[in-house]
């Protein structure tokens, strides 16, 4: 083989493998992007609605008569087959939105209630669980009264539709009689939101 041959072969060689250089690093490159989406995605999904107001369609990415979204695994806190009061059986998912913990009932595939018992997520009006009576009345000036299990006072505004606040009031009998005739808030100090549900707005 002449130099030149020899020569062109090797300028070749080196020419190539500059080119493997170049393509393994834009190989590295684009893993890295991957990588760093991935893991900007996962972040996402655990963050997901975290800053987001409670409505009464959804809370944070479960939505009422949606199937649950895709869940980062370290997001599950709990998944499991329940009775109800009627004795019909629904799936528990209960999930982190941010860092608060929230319950989803989930019948046929479908989210059909959403509950929050921990403090950190706040409606639209500002109410979160934990919240006194007074601060719940003064945010929100037209509440239904209705009765709950123990009996326990549950509070249903207006706006925004599809959100009950269950309080920690246990009703008398007098409150009870009150509450059917006049359908009036019975005046009981040191009561707080301990639970919001979120059911659907029918509007």
Sequence with gaps: MS????????AAFVTGSDQDIKENKVKASSLCA???GFGALLAAFACAGKNEPIDG????????????????????????????EAGERYELLRVRIGMVPVDA???????????IESAGLRTRDGVQVGDSLETLTRKNRSLRPELGPGPSLILIP?????????TDALLSEKDLQNLSRRHAIPSTKNVHVSRIFVTGCQE
């Excluded at 809370?59 to 695994?73: E, S, Y």
């Excluded at 009932?105 to 509950?115: F, L, N, Y």
């Design 158 to 166: 207006d706006q925004p539709c599809g959100i009950s606040y269950v």
């Design 57 to 84: 369609m959804r809370v944070g990415d479960l939505v009422i008569g949606h199937p649950p979204p895709l869940l980062a695994r370290d997001r599950v806190l709990l998944r499991e087959w329940r009775l109800d």
């Design 105 to 115: 009932e989930v019948i046929d595939g479908e989210i059909w209630r959403i509950s």
């Design 34 to 36: 991957l990588a760093l």
């Design 3 to 10: 130099r030149l041959a020899d020569g062109y072969s090797h």
